[in-house]
């Protein structure tokens, strides 16, 4: 296991990676003869294997399923076990990882990241090397790209795998991967890894500021675009527990101007036009062509059907409890529009694929159900909440965002504690099914995740580094 897993992620896979992405660039000659002189002796070349990234992350081992709606959301507790006699995700869901369906899941986010990792070091050494051959911005683009996709899968690694960065960082985390080889590579510290991404960051920064055509091409959400890189940057700054910085990169995005809080309007359109991932708020996003493989189809996540042991879902009830329709919350547009019966159970809809050609205003290669978020602008509203100076100016940033969703807003001379406990409400009523809600609870420690009765640990939120990979690597000793 240990021989294939390491030949397939430092030898094979980016060749596989570039392939799955650029089916009319492997037409040149057959798959089995291409070779990486030709893939990299073109710009396009170079083009077509950053495509391949996105499609790697976009694969169920990563962002497509395991890092979005799949486990990371399973092992914040987003999904009730009690709907039906089996259900397939028990000692995940328990926060058991040696357990026997979350080992395939924890082995395989491992594997698929470090294998696009590799993917990206194989982009990077050979780029400069053929900067002559790029036109345009195009060099300074891709280059970015990478090292931003670079920065993204170390990061969400770290979460993961790693310690919290307030309690333990000169922990051993995980290894950042820098170079194409066999060799087995000491981890590095959690404070480490996230000073080595942020460095990515500030160089991919460098490269595309003023030259990111995203202010013309709204598809751009889907690449790792200039104001992702920033996100980024805020996300990691906040981790390390840097506010000033979190806040200055926050704010860039948010003044930026071209992301928006979405409308309700567009959250109650007809189902086969309803935009249901916030796609004016997405600064990244992926395409999954795919989803409805796993979304509706067969076992499905998110609708009912004879077999329901992969149902991802709560009752009602729990509905009820996360919106606070109760109270505040009987017309929070997440809940009215997004929260819907199919049968007799109750799912987020985010993911259902609904998009029909006589009920939508755009053509199907910019259908808005196809795809992930990863980061959104309501993330921005929230650290800069986070981070205010006083518990009034935070309530101003979180307020934005509560009368958007159809919130009262919450009246000025609030506490600390009262502004933190509103951030949690919202973190846990936007990111639900988007992987986002685990790290904000383990960044913070909490001692109980919603819906759960579990009294937690620092320990119980490091997620084990697999087996595989402590073979091949005795450093983490």
């Not at 896979?13 to 570039?18: D, G, K, R, V």
């Not at 920065?151 to 922990?171: E, I, M, Q, S, V």
Request: net charge neutral.
């Amino acid at each position: 296991m240990k021989t294939q897993t390491k030949i397939f992620f430092l030898m094979a896979m980016f060749i596989l990676a570039s392939g799955t992405g650029c089916k009319k660039f492997l037409e040149v000659e057959p798959k089995s003869t291409i070779g990486e002189d030709q893939l990299f002796s073109s710009e396009i070349g170079f083009q077509q294997a950053l495509t391949g990234l996105y499609s790697q992350m976009a694969s169920r081992d990563l962002y497509g399923d395991n890092l979005t709606m799949g486990f990371s959301s399973l092992i914040a507790q987003n999904y009730s076990t009690s709907l039906s006699g089996v259900f397939s995700f028990p000692t995940t869901v328990a926060l058991n990882f040696k357990g026997a369906d979350a080992v395939p899941l924890v082995n395989g986010i491992w594997n698929k990241g470090y294998t696009t990792i590799a993917a990206t070091n194989n982009i990077l050494s050979k780029i400069d090397d053929k900067k002559a051959i790029f036109t345009e911005n195009h060099y300074a683009m891709v280059k970015g790209e990478t090292l931003g996709i670079r920065a993204y899968l170390h990061f969400d690694l770290l979460r993961l795998y790693g310690a919290n960065f307030a309690a333990n960082p000169t922990k051993k985390a995980i290894p950042f991967r820098t170079e194409l080889n066999a060799l087995s590579k000491v981890p590095s510290t959690v404070d480490e890894v996230s000073t080595a991404i942020l460095a990515d960051l500030k160089t991919a920064e460098g490269l595309m500021k003023d030259k990111d055509p995203i202010t013309q091409d709204k598809n751009r959400r889907f690449r790792m675009n200039y104001y992702a890189i920033k996100a980024l940057q805020a996300r990691v700054y906040l981790f390390r527990g840097d506010k000033i910085n979190a806040a200055a990169a926050a704010k860039e995005v948010l003044n930026s101007g071209f992301f928006k809080l979405i409308e309700a309007k567009l959250v109650s359109a007809s189902a086969g036009s309803r935009d249901r991932t916030f796609s004016t708020e997405q600064v990244f996003a992926l395409r999954v062509r795919d989803i409805r493989n796993w979304v509706e189809n067969g076992n499905a996540y998110f609708k009912s059907v004879t077999d329901s042991r992969n149902n991802l879902t709560r009752t009602r009830s729990d509905f009820e409890t996360l919106y606070e329709t109760g109270t505040i919350g009987g017309s929070d547009i997440r809940f009215v529009n997004l929260i819907q019966a199919d049968g007799s159970n109750y799912f987020c809809s985010k993911y259902w694929q609904t998009w029909v050609p006589s009920e939508s205003t755009t053509p199907e290669s910019e259908r808005l159900d196809q795809n992930v978020s990863l980061v959104r602008l309501s993330e921005m509203y929230y650290i800069l909440a986070e981070t205010a100076a006083t518990p009034d100016e935070g309530l101003g940033y979180l307020n934005t965002v509560r009368d958007r969703r159809g919130l009262p807003v919450i009246a000025a001379g609030v506490t600390a504690q009262k502004l933190t406990d509103e951030i949690t409400k919202e973190y846990q009523k936007d990111f639900y099914a988007e992987g986002q809600l685990f790290y904000y609870y383990k960044r913070k420690l909490f001692n109980r995740m919603q819906f759960s009765t579990r009294n937690l640990m620092e320990a119980s939120y490091i997620v084990p580094i697999p087996d595989n990979e402590l073979e091949f690597n005795p450093n983490y000793n």
